[in-house]
């Protein structure tokens, strides 16, 4: 990336690598439809989402396939929105 400001990419896949290796341990929450809270670490959520992307390799799904979702802002939504650019 010569030239360029940034030292890495600012790519979905980049900017979840990015969050589990500076902050692991730091705590995302979320509100459910139930009103009930959700808490996990930025490390359980990259490794959902890393889960995800396999299984949608597993599928047949390929870079720019077009993948289709519906759901909740929560934390469900987020792991599908990193790991489908992942696959």
């Given at each position: ?14 900017m979840m ?7 692991p341990n ?40 077009r993948v ?20």
């Amino acid at each position: 990336m010569n030239g360029l400001m940034m030292d890495y990419q600012l790519t979905l896949p980049a900017m979840m690598r990015r969050a589990e290796q500076l902050y692991p341990n730091k705590e995302i929450v979320t509100r459910l439809p139930d009103r009930s809270l959700h808490r996990y670490t930025y490390a359980d959520f990259v490794s959902r989402a890393k889960k995800l992307a396999v299984a949608l390799k597993k599928l047949g799904i390929q870079s720019g396939d077009r993948v289709a979702t519906l759901s909740w802002n929560h934390h469900q939504h987020l792991e599908v929105y990193f790991g489908i650019p992942s696959a």
